[in-house]
């Protein structure tokens, strides 16, 4: 690795190290703060440690920053505090949201290094004002958060240096990629296709906001701040492949991975836009060699629910708990039935949710029926059969919202439907696999080739080939 690195060091993509904004709270009516040492506004005021709040002001429209005593402090368009001690000073906020609906949702405190800014929201002419907050940092520096965030700090360290290099590929890819270059998802507006029938097609990038470089959430890449580092192998990991990426025909790799792939990997254009992206290539056994008394391809309804019922012997097919603790973060710990799951959904719920999320009354739900599966066996178009109508959903992402009060593990599912009543099921279950996407990288896979012994290239080389290691700045 090291000699691929320096054999690219002649045409680095950037001059030095990026620094980024994430956004760590939207449209808050209020941030609440705490200074961990002294801060200085771009003027030179001083802030100094201590708890504040900010709250939105009309007239003049910015902020109004108070202190624990509710003293008013400042009055502003935006607030921007800059660390007197970079190396030593961090601000602190409190009711942060983790995993915004999926089913590990929680709120938590979370410590941040580099610069605080507050500033309002976007919002139209007559809503009330609200409240964004933005961290901004050099790239590294977050990095070691993300991957720390994203998996365990005591994940094995091949795998710290492999997440390292995938989080860092994919966040200068999306810096190079502007967003007004980037094509926008379809509407989630139903429309009527040539059969008389409802479809919504949709599905969310990653690189879809506008006021900072990325959010803070599982939308982008997880960054809880300081707290999760826990051990300096994280930072060690960083620093060792400081300014690797995987490259690919001279760009910087989009490198996408998700939580558990289910045994097989999917392909790009079944998460997002109808394009080949060949490092991001579905049906990759999660393993050494595909398992023989599993046909393929799972785009083939019969192999799908062959694979999806079977327990095909991948990496992320691992119930060593010893293992899960050690790699997975301490948000993940309780979910453990991620290689295979099921999931019951009545017909009173599945009504009520496809209401609720979409605005269709489809009446009784009669059938739940595969129309498209992508490589990894996950579902892509998903007909829905009401009493009253008929609706196709895709991408896999809307498939898992519109099923689930949070989201569904994954799309990759069998449909059982029970108690069949005068051609309504009273309930459906779900048999799936897998947990995300499954696009790029596996993590707990991941994980488990470093735990027997694979390297990182082989890691990397397993799940993005042909993209290659490259260096993108010194």
């Known amino acids: 690795m090291r000699e691929r690195a320096a054999a690219s060091e002649e045409r680095l993509l950037f001059p030095t190290e990026p620094s980024i904004s994430v956004g760590l709270l939207t449209d808050v009516e209020r941030a609440d703060f705490t200074l961990e040492g002294e801060f200085r506004t771009p003027e030179g005021k001083a802030f100094p440690p201590g708890e504040y709040r900010a709250i939105p002001r009309l007239h003049p429209a910015g902020l109004e920053i108070r202190d624990a005593q509710q003293r008013l402090v400042e009055i502003a368009p935006t607030l921007v505090l800059i660390p007197a001690n970079p190396a030593t000073t961090a601000f602190a906020l409190c009711d942060v949201p983790v995993g915004k609906g999926f089913h590990w949702e929680r709120r938590e405190a979370h410590r941040y290094a580099g610069t605080l800014a507050i500033r309002l929201s976007p919002s139209a002419p007559d ?16 990095l070691a958060s993300v991957v720390a965030s994203e998996m365990s700090a005591h994940a094995p360290w091949e795998f710290l240096k492999a997440h390292a290099i995938i989080s860092r590929s994919w966040l200068l890819a999306n810096l190079t990629r502007r967003i007004e270059d980037v094509a926008s998802a379809p509407s989630p507006e139903p429309r009527e296709t040539a059969t008389g029938e409802i479809e919504i097609l949709h599905w969310t990038d990653r690189t879809t ?23 300096s192998d994280v930072v060690r990991a960083v620093m060792e492949t400081r300014g690797w990426v995987l490259l690919f025909h001279g760009q910087i790799g989009d490198a996408r991975f998700s939580k558990c792939c289910g ?5 790009y254009r079944s998460a997002w836009e109808d394009r080949d ?13 595909w398992p023989p008394n599993f046909p393929r391809p799972l785009t083939v309804e019969a192999h799908a629910v062959t694979w999806i019922t079977g327990t095909p012997p991948a990496y992320c097919h691992t119930t060593d708990a010893r293992a899960l603790e050690g790699a997975l973060p301490e948000v993940d710990r309780p979910t453990r039935d991620f290689f295979r799951w099921e999931h019951t959904i009545s017909q009173e719920e599945l009504q009520a949710l496809l209401q609720a999320r979409l605005g269709l009354d489809l009446g009784a739900i009669r059938r739940l029926e595969p129309l498209q599966r992508g490589s990894s066996g996950r579902l892509v178009r998903l007909r829905i059969v009401g009493e009253r109508e008929r609706v196709i959903l ?18 990759a599912f069998v449909i059982f439907p029970e108690d069949i009543r005068a051609g309504v099921p009273r309930r459906f279950r779900l048999r799936g696999a897998g947990w995300g996407h499954g696009v ?15 390297t990182c290239q082989q890691i990397l080389a397993h799940y993005y080939a042909p993209a290659h290691i490259a260096r993108a700045y010194e």
């Open 127 to 142: 809503a009330a004002p609200r409240l964004m907050v933005i961290n901004a940092l050099p790239v590294e520096t977050y």
């Open 209 to 231: 906001h506008r006021e900072f470089d990325v959010c803070a959430d599982d939308h982008c890449q997880r960054y809880y701040g300081l707290a999760p580092l826990g051990t």
């Open 263 to 267: 045994g097989a990997t999917e392909e």
């Open 277 to 289: 992206v060949p490092y991001l290539r579905g049906g990759r056994f999660d393993g050494a060699e």
């Open 394 to 411: 895709g991408k896999e992402l809307m498939i898992r919202r519109a099923l689930s009060r949070t989201h569904l593990y994954s799309s």
């Open 440 to 454: 790029g990288l596996c993590q707990i896979g991941a994980a488990v080739m470093a735990r027997q012994g694979r």
